[in-house]
């Protein structure tokens, strides 16, 4: 039984299985980078992930559901974190876009949508934006 059916409490399962495919992300090339393990040591605390929970997930035959949030501000969240572990060794490989995609899909967005979203993302995350983007950015 995968660790993610001991818990009742959603909001828990929510965070487990979120920070389960950050841990996904990370290790689809096969390797987690000293980079990769820090950013996942800070979701792990920011999920209130135990160190039970971390092991378990960390664990190569685990294989955790993506739960789509109902609002659309904590999709795209998210999605923001999930960049932030693709671009923690300012490397994404093609893996790592082909899981990104997917995610983006399995958060209810249309392929069409998760194109649009991962392409902008793309752009904020390498700094490639245009000056009118950074000024909205800025002022939000």
Known sequence: MP?????????????????ATLASLAAVDGVVS???KAI???FA??????????KEVMKKENKYPIETPHSGEKRLKRLFDFFGMAFADNNVDEEQMGLIVKYAIGLGYSPEKAS???K??????TGNIA?????????K
């Open 40 to 42: 996942l040591d800070k």
């Open 34 to 36: 000293e980079k990769e």
């Open 131 to 139: 000056f009118e983007d950074y000024q909205y950015l800025m002022e």
């Open 3 to 19: 660790i993610i059916d001991l818990y009742e409490h959603s909001e828990q399962r929510h965070n487990l299985a979120h920070f």
């Open 120 to 125: 902008k993302s793309i752009a904020i995350f």
């Open 116 to 118: 649009q979203i991962i």
């Open 45 to 54: 605390f920011k999920l209130n992930i135990t160190d039970t929970e971390y």
